[in-house]
């Protein structure tokens, strides 16, 4: 059975999305909220793998990110990075192999349609191929979500599954190491 969104809300994943930046918001600020602050800090290094894969994903980024930056005040940020990073590495090897073997027929039929061949045909091919690997990195190391980036590699055949699991973890961990420096600094 479907859920169905009342008709007055036109973008619902949008919504929840932005509801998710709100939630994080008042889990860090929120005095309401100290309870939790204290029980996800109690998780220690445990807390800090499961923020790392967590930390992929579009709609539990953000309450990834304040879980980070909670524990940031209480761990060794190098440690926490390198435990982050590689929660972050399972979570994105998921979305890699469900895009690669699993939406690759979709993936095929979606670049033949016309404005992805105009837009693929005003790139050089000598560029285009390196365009989508480094787009991808790009985003990965980014805020963004890492399901843009991973899909661009994962269509990409300059990058083998081992390389794209060496951009993750470092592009993750450096941008993991980045949110708990930040923490311990505020």
Same mark, same amino acid.
């Given at each position: ?12 994943? =949008? ?5 998710? %930046? +709100?939630? #994080?918001?008042? $889990?860090?600020?929120? @005095?309401?909220?100290?309870? /939790? ?33 909670? =524990? ?5 940020? %190098? +440690?926490? #990075?390198?435990? $982050?990073?590689?929660? @972050?590495?399972?979570?994105? /090897? ?46 990965? $190391? ?45």
């Amino acid at each position: 059975m479907a859920i169905r969104t009342p008709k007055w809300i036109k973008y619902p994943k =949008l919504l929840a999305l932005a509801l998710t %930046f +709100i939630f #994080a918001y008042l $889990a860090l600020s929120s @005095a309401h909220f100290e309870l /939790l602050r204290e029980y996800v800090v109690s998780f220690g290094y445990a807390g800090t793998f499961i923020a790392g894969v967590m930390y992929v994903f579009g709609f539990t980024a953000a309450p990834a990110t304040a879980i980070l930056l909670l =524990l940031s005040k209480t761990q060794n940020i %190098f +440690i926490a #990075a390198g435990i $982050a990073g590689f929660g @972050a590495l399972l979570g994105d /090897l998921v979305i890699y192999r469900i895009i690669k073997y699993s939406f690759a027929n979709e993936l095929d039929t979606f670049s033949k349609e016309w404005a992805v061949t105009k837009i693929i045909f005003l790139i050089p091919d000598r560029i285009f191929i390196y365009a989508l690997p480094i787009l991808g990195a790009l985003i990965i $190391a980014s805020p963004l979500p890492d399901e843009i980036g991973i899909a661009l590699l994962a269509t990409s055949k300059k990058v083998t599954e081992n390389e794209f699991g060496v951009i993750s973890f470092v592009l993750n961990t450096a941008g993991i190491f980045t949110i708990l420096y930040i923490g311990s600094a505020v």
